[in-house]
């Protein structure tokens, strides 16, 4: 077997389907088939059982699952290993949300270079598919984000929560229904989806509907809106006058979290995971746990 093979069934196995782990491997459904079918042969087990939803893991391709992770990983970890200069000694590969890397993630990437200046980071923003995706892989050490799945092998750690708060270029503004040609509903998730609706049963679809905290703010700053957002996201732009607090409205709890694999041999995945703990999410400064 090789690493191809491990990471056609690793990227199955993450979405369940054979045409998806195609589309995300850039390779012909064919392919995809051929590498598990020569995979299969030689473990001699089926791995995956298909069906008009997509493909399932049989027992043996769970029990393959850690085996696939461990060979891909080897072989990532070889090729940025060969290639690293020789001042550094291991790479650690980090992904998160794009609202989680302002002022929180970022503080914490210059903490990790001071701590460890011999290794090499690699640093990226992501959703959470395709961070699970890249977790179940191993081509990922550590993932933030707020709404993860749950897989074998992989430890999902609550970091901390945030606080949506409702925010708005207008002063004036009580209530989404106050602004709402000009509301932007941010897709915070269905825990979030479900406290917004309760609270604003008689709210009418919103007009604008954004993926990111990040693209509201922009187009708030650009174009005038009311939407929901992290408090620390929100904070310096209150300060500043650039938006104002809409201090009656409800706020909303999102838990964060740290996924990150069960079982690794690299020591600075743990200190990098201490260093998230040590963390203040409400200052963006390192206490002592």
Known sequence: MDSDQAKTFLAIAASGSFQAASEHLHVTQSTVSARIQRLEEVLGVRLFVRNRSGASLTAAG????????RLVLTAEQARHHVS?????????????????WEG????????VREQAKDVAIHAEIGFEEDLMRRLIEGTLDIGLMYTPSHSPGLVVEHWFDEILVLVSSCPDVTRPEDDHD???YVEWGAAF?????????????????????????????????TC??????????????????????????LPVYM????????PVI???LNGLRMLSCDTGTFVNS
Request: charged residues 20%.
């Open 193 to 225: 989806d479900i406290q917004h609706t309760r609270s604003y049963p008689d709210l009418e679809p919103p007009p604008l509907t954004v993926n990111i905290g990040w693209l509201g703010v922009q187009l708030m700053l650009a174009n005038g809106g």
């Open 62 to 69: 769970r029990r393959f699952v850690e085996y696939a992770k």
């Open 84 to 100: 690293l200069p020789s001042r550094y000694c291991a790479t650690l590969r980090i992904g998160g949300r794009i609202a989680l």
């Open 228 to 253: 929901y957002l992290p408090a620390r996201m929100a904070k310096p732009l209150i300060e500043s006058g650039r938006l104002y607090a809409v201090t009656d409205a409800p706020r909303y709890p």
């Open 104 to 111: 929180l993630l970022s503080v914490w990437l210059h903490w």
């Open 182 to 184: 000009d509301y932007i």
């Open 259 to 266: 996924v990150y694999a069960k079982e690794t041999d690299n």
């Open 270 to 272: 743990h200190q990098a």
